[in-house]
């Protein structure tokens, strides 16, 4: 699989003392220097999650999932240590030496990852919390295994996070961004307070003001920021013809992503003209990439341009059925939103495979 590193840039030479002795401690090159360090954040995470776990819980029995349990206690306690890792991880890889400092983008690529991974765990281990429960139907967690269990669930997301955190490449990104999204958007149906929000659209889950519409929210705007990540450094090395090419598929990527947080900050029910011009942009947007990726980038494999086609007519056959009435909104949005993401990440595959290929051309002269 191409490996293509969100911190490709060439690393400087350490410029103080201290900067060559920061350098020697934290050797982000290292494999096992980096090992090193999630497992010893993974060990402080047990210890100090455990500890908590024994203060909040009073070496009591807890059920396994719902509120004051067991299950959440280790779910909140994981995301927070998933999202303090991957910020740690991310400045664990950058240089010491390095004179660049880091740009405004770059805290929020940063901020927006780590809420990421933050939430993933989160949900990740609430959804097998209730699904536990299903299992052992009136069953307690004792008093031992809430203290062992949390601060478990605790070090193994924040060894994962700062795992992932170390060693991003847009493969992982978007997979992260999938899972997030997938997440996110899932927990919000499941705690949605009306019953027939399907029977409208999928922006009816960030119509209220309670808590699930937060989180479809801010699902959103976080996946905007995370597609805008993705479009800066998917198109950093496509080798094209066409240079002026690649800035276009660029800033069709940035719009998609821009308008998909602009989705979560305009609910529907406050702001209707805005939510619906910038859904509709980023449809459009989309539609625009498809149409002239061809041109600006000339060696995209025609298999995908084909399947890109293939994609922007089952969404327009969508959109007909709708306003025909044979499809409800809610079902049009949904595949859309899939084909949209998943062209996404096969052009990332296939932009990986063309700065591949293009290195041996370019080392042989």
Known sequence: MTRTSLDS???????????????????????????????????VAFVVVGLAALVAFGFQPAPIAGPGSAGQFA?????????????????????????RRMSALDYVDVGALAFAHGVIALLGWTLLAVILEQAFIGAEVFPLAVVLLSGAAAATSGYVAFYSST???????????????????????????????????LSALGMSSNVSAFAFNITIIVAGFLVTTLARYSTRGIPSA????????????????????????????????????????MVVAYGVLVIGLPAWITGIPRAFVALGWLFLAVTLVLAVLFFTGYYTLTAVELVA?????????????????LEQDARPAVSAR
């Open 242 to 281: 066409n240079p002026k090419g690649v800035s276009r598929v660029r800033v069709c990527l940035s719009v998609v992503g821009v308008f998909l947080g602009l989705v979560g900050v305009f609910p529907v029910d406050e702001f209707f003209a805005l939510h619906t011009a910038v859904a509709s942009g």
């Open 9 to 43: 840039r060439a690393p400087e030479p350490p410029a103080t003392r201290r900067d060559r002795t920061a350098a020697r401690l934290v050797d982000a090159t290292s494999e096992r220097s980096l090992e090193s360090l999630g497992l010893g954040l993974g060990a």
């Open 337 to 353: 939103g899939i084909l949209v993401f998943t062209w996404i990440v096969l052009f990332i595959r296939n932009a990986a495979a």
């Open 167 to 201: 060693h991003m490449d847009l493969q992982l990104l978007a997979a992260v961004l999938a899972v997030f999204l997938v997440f996110g958007v899932l927990a919000s149906m499941l705690t949605a307070s009306d019953p027939d929000w399907w029977k409208d659209n």
């Open 75 to 99: 779910a909140i306690a994981s995301g927070i240590t998933a999202l303090a890792a991957v910020i740690a991880g991310r400045f664990a890889v950058r240089d010491p030496g390095s004179r």
